[in-house]
């Protein structure tokens, strides 16, 4: 069976790649020194950013609901675990406590870095993944992105400070 190493990581924030104009989130591990971005969906990082910024809606929005109903049937968000990058598709889990038992439910990494921050629970990402995440290829054409080596693309990342990201407006 393969082991598993997670390092815990915070979302350090949210961007907009450039290139294809989509949302990405990063997560820093909690020195700093290792960074994974994540590329998602713009309803995804609203919900990340409402969160993030503490804005709160008259009515629950789909991520405030999901926490709500743990909550109501006596669960617990325990943590989220990013265990895995396979063809440039990132997995994730989150992990709940419900009446003395562990339940692992299968997400879309975005939805559960959502649900993380509503429930104060901590997020883990397996040293692999971070590693894979270094190499991903999302099938941008653009000859000076396809020339960002390793190293480039190491330092923007770990060098990516609080005030590099923008806000959303929605």
Known sequence: MEQHVFVEMKVSGLTIDPITNTPIVILKDLEGKKAVPIWIGIFEASAIATEMEKIKFPRPM???????????????????????????????????FFEGNTIIVDARPSDAIAVALRAGASIFVDEKVIEKSRTVDFGVKNSDI????KEKLDEFLENLSPEDFGKYKM
């Open 146 to 149: 396809g020339s960002l080596d």
């Open 62 to 96: 789909t991520h405030d609901l999901l926490n709500d109903v743990i909550k109501i049937l006596k669960g617990e968000v325990t943590r989220v675990e990013i265990p895995d990058l396979r063809n440039n598709t990132f997995f994730a889990s989150i992990h709940l």
